[in-house]
């Protein structure tokens, strides 16, 4: 059987699914239909492999077939079909139909390439990554810094990459780091930023990229900041600031009364600070999200109500921590003191509790202080005259 009949009955038997125009209705009356036999046409088959090939369609045109379904025998076919897709673009009318459509099969055209060629082939020091491509450097004498953590790398025992290009894009700086970034590393997420509260009192928010966003996400609730180390001038200016200082310091005071205190360890009164455990263990350590909250006056007005509520069962509803007051020795007048008031002052020595008018006007010293001192001297013993 000829070549060209044995053809003629393969792709009336087998259409080329990516040519459709030569789709014929097939019929009874064919004669070379109802001769053709699947057994004995594949059997024909086996003495010509390379007829084959061309008899499955691979020989077509690669922008006849739909990008999806796009198979290239090879990197060379695929440059040759890359080249052709750039001239038929040249040649199409501009912003047509056909030539959008064919800068799309140009753009997934260069994908493939780019996933068959092995970039260790010809440059075994360049990594792909997110578009990007990273050469690796020798050693230098010279200095370089990571660009993701700003440390110093060391260049005799460690191993830096350096970006030539990517997809050309904006540079966007992260205010927190000051660094830029590509858009795939910045998606112009917005954060305050800490040094801009601390120093300036300012909490505008900000672009940060995602690796300073979900930082600073993972440290906003953590008391971390020392204000008092790293600017102490900032509660000469922020009145609010000054208060809150002032209700920690008086709920530290508190602290011993509750913990000695039977009834306030069953009411757990301590727990109503648990989403701020550090105010009941320091008053110089603050969180990002306290000084938000300071900003706004949602701290200030819970942390009053709390204050009220600890005085309230100290000084009204228990009696044994009533028992626990002082009482001025130096005037030895007025109400049951605690240290914790607005008008006393505590000695700073024995923790004494006295009116502020009457320690700061006694130029003597603390007469608990005084006693405690006469306790420690050692008793000379009387000598007998005989």
Not at 150 to 173: D, K, M, V
Not at 190 to 219: G, Q, T
Not at 336 to 356: E, G, M, Q, Y
Request: proline content about 5%; overall charge negative; aromatic content about 8%.
């Amino acid at each position: 059987m000829e070549y060209d009949e044995r053809l003629a009955r393969f792709r009336r038997g087998h259409l080329n699914p990516f040519n459709k125009a030569e789709e014929e209705p097939r019929g009874d009356k064919d004669p070379l239909h109802n001769e053709m036999k699947p057994d004995s046409f594949q059997s024909e088959l086996r003495f010509h492999p390379t007829d084959r090939v061309m008899d499955l369609g691979l020989a077509e045109d690669h922008f006849s077939r739909p990008v999806g379904s796009f198979i290239a025998s090879d990197i060379e076919h695929l440059k040759q079909a890359i080249e052709d897709c750039k001239r038929l673009i040249l040649e199409l009318p501009e912003h047509s139909e056909k030539q959008k459509d064919t800068v799309v099969k140009l753009i997934h055209l260069r994908l493939k390439l780019q996933e068959l060629k092995d970039p260790d082939e010809d440059e075994p020091n360049m990594r792909v990554l997110l578009e990007h491509r990273f050469y690796k450097e020798k050693s230098k004498s010279v200095k370089q810094t990571c660009d993701k953590c700003s440390a110093i790398i060391w260049g005799l025992i460690q191993t830096w990459y350096t970006c030539t290009g990517g997809i050309p894009n904006e540079a966007r700086q992260c205010d927190y780091t000051g660094q830029y970034y590509c858009s795939n590393c910045h998606w112009n997420d917005m954060a305050v930023i800490p040094a801009r509260v601390i120093h300036n009192w300012e909490f505008e928010s900000r672009k940060v990229c995602r690796s300073s966003m979900r930082y600073l996400s993972l440290m906003m609730s953590r008391p971390v900041l020392k204000l008092k180390e790293i600017n102490p001038l900032l509660f000469n200016f922020v009145e609010e600031l000054v208060e809150i200082r002032k209700l920690r310091q008086d709920i530290l005071l508190m602290k011993p009364y509750f913990i000695t205190c039977k009834e306030a360890m069953e009411a757990r009164l301590l727990l109503q600070l648990q989403e701020r455990q550090h105010f009941v263990e320091n008053d110089e350590m603050y969180s990002l999200q306290d000084l938000i909250d300071i900003s706004n006056g949602r701290l200030s007005a819970s942390l009053t109500e709390i204050h009220t509520t600890f005085a309230k069962h100290i000084k009204l509803d228990c009696e044994r921590c009533q028992a626990k007051g002082f009482v001025c020795e130096l005037c030895k007048e007025g109400d049951v003191l605690f240290p914790f008031d607005s008008h006393t002052t505590v000695c700073h020595n024995c923790s004494a509790v006295f009116h502020r008018d009457c320690y700061y006007d006694n130029s003597t010293t603390c007469p608990k202080c005084a006693r405690m001192s006469e306790r420690k001297q050692p008793v000379v013993p009387l000598v007998s005259r005989e």
